[in-house]
């Protein structure tokens, strides 16, 4: 007999059995009569409410719960259930290993006298009935006890991963500076603060004004309204990754998987943060007056160089080699041998930087960026302005009344005595410089070839790791004697 695609399901419980898959099965609905119904719903064990309705056409009884003489078949071939039949082969009343059912059921005679077949039948039987509906059949003996068990281990399993997730949660809204700076070492290494306490003074004098920051993004549009209402993250976070790629000098792509945030978020807030360090810290006056550099002059100036006013000297940074042959030329330093920015760099007797001048492309010469620079505006009749030999700088500054202190030359066999330790007296103090130097290059940024992607900013990162020196403490002529 063809499959059947009429969609018809047994409503018996722990019956599964429908037209589609078992096409040899009748499926009958129930009795009109309201008695005899009601004998059907009590026979397989199942009540009318929410989850069964009877309904004429779509519930129905398969034919394997009726006994074979309340079957018959009409004279079409169509199957009928006589009157006042009650279906009575149930799963709970044994009727389930029935070796009648199964053979029905495969499409054999199951009457066999043949003890091979009738096993064979028992075995099919078995693995059909397990494959049933189980929901109307008790649970084995301590399946409630094991569950139980299971239920109260997954229980605990859960609240242990809440209490993880919230655990995570609260160190998500920590600043990231919080997981990376556990010591005042640590706070050295990535922003070249001496201590926590110390940043945390420089954090708290320019939140305030940092709070109203405008990205470089929403700047370039010329949306200067208002601030930047939303923050990927905390405002303290993206001065420490500032200081992270600045001091530190970790890559832009290192800092984009430490905070979680794209590259060009990373470049956006740098770039945010360097132009607001250079307005912030430039706005303060760092040119010291007369009366400041000789209350704070050390002895050994008050000695050999009581009107000393500033210290000079030069550095250079190395560049990027540009395509342009011209700009080659210009920028390519003979006393480093490649193509450099060049600055000019004046500290106080004390050691503090009071003096920077923008970068030059590496060819100028020292007296042509003192002129640039407009040293001598600061400069007043008296002044004395310590530098090497390569500054040939008199006239410039005798057109101000200040003078230019150098080592003596030596223009006799022998120095005299006074002019020997004249000399070793400027070179020790000299050294200062030297040192104010090295700390701006300590800023791990300047470490190789400085891209010339940078030459719109170069200026101000140049300008602010100055000043940021100045957070670090003072020089000092011995390393036992501080300024």
């Not at 009727?95 to 029905?104: D, E, I, K, V």
């Not at 499409?107 to 009738?118: C, H, I, R």
């Not at 926590?196 to 993004?217: G, K, Q, T």
Request: proline share 5%; charged share 25%.
């Amino acid at each position: 007999m063809a499959n059947s695609s009429r969609r018809c399901h047994c409503s018996v419980p722990c019956c599964s059995n429908d037209k589609q898959t078992h096409p040899y099965l009748s499926f009958h609905d129930f009795p009109t009569d309201v008695g005899l119904r009601g004998r059907w719903v009590q026979a397989i064990r199942r009540e009318e409410g929410a989850t069964f309705r009877i309904l004429r056409g779509s519930t129905y009884v398969c034919s394997l719960h009726f006994k074979d003489d309340d079957i018959y078949s009409t004279p079409k071939g169509l199957r009928r259930i006589k009157k006042g039949a009650v279906p009575s082969r149930f799963l709970w009343n044994d009727w389930g290993r029935n070796q009648t059912r199964t053979g029905r059921r495969l499409g054999f005679d199951a009457t066999t006298d043949s003890e091979e077949d009738a096993n064979a039948i028992s075995a099919v039987d078995v693995a059909v009935t397990r494959c049933e509906h189980d929901y109307a059949q008790p649970p084995p003996p301590g399946t409630s006890d094991d569950a139980s068990e299971r239920i109260k281990e997954l229980e605990k399993k859960v609240q242990e991963l809440h209490l993880k997730l919230q655990q995570l949660t609260i160190q998500q809204q920590q600043p990231h500076m919080k997981r990376f700076c556990a010591s005042d070492e640590d706070f050295r290494f990535y922003t070249r603060f001496p201590s926590e306490e110390v940043f945390m003074i420089f954090w708290e004098s320019v939140s305030p004004s940092a709070s109203r920051l405008v990205y470089w993004s929403k700047a370039q549009k010329g949306e200067f309204e208002a601030p930047s209402p939303h923050r990927k993250l905390h405002l303290i976070d993206e001065c420490f990754m500032f200081f992270c790629r600045v001091a530190a000098g970790l890559k832009e792509k290192v800092l984009a998987s430490i905070f979680c945030i794209s590259v060009s978020t990373v470049s956006c807030t740098i770039l945010t943060w360097t132009s607001y360090f250079y307005q912030v810290l430039g706005s303060l006056p760092i040119w010291m007056t007369r009366e400041q550099v000789q209350a704070t002059m050390p002895d050994k100036f008050l000695q050999y160089c009581p009107k000393v006013r500033v210290i000079i000297d030069c550095t250079e940074l190395r560049c990027e080699t540009s395509s342009s042959l011209t700009l080659q030329s210009e920028t390519f330093s003979s006393y480093k041998n490649h193509t450099t920015f060049k600055g000019l760099i004046g500290i106080a007797p004390c050691g503090v930087i009071t003096f920077i001048s923008k970068l030059y492309t590496g060819s100028i010469s020292d007296k042509e960026i003192t002129r640039r620079a407009c040293l001598t505006q600061y400069l007043q009749p008296g002044d004395g302005v310590m530098a090497d030999e390569g500054f040939l700088i008199e006239d410039m500054l005798a057109e101000v009344g200040a003078t230019l202190i150098i080592p003596p030359l030596k223009t006799a066999p022998q120095l005299s005595s006074a002019d020997a330790k004249k000399m070793q007296a400027i070179a020790c103090l000299r050294v200062l410089v030297e040192r104010a130097i090295h700390r701006v290059k300590e800023y791990h940024i300047w470490d190789g070839v400085v891209p010339l992607s940078l030459a719109g900013s170069i200026n101000q990162l140049w300008a602010v790791c100055c000043l940021l020196t100045s957070y670090q403490g003072p020089l000092d002529i011995k390393s036992d004697k501080p300024v």
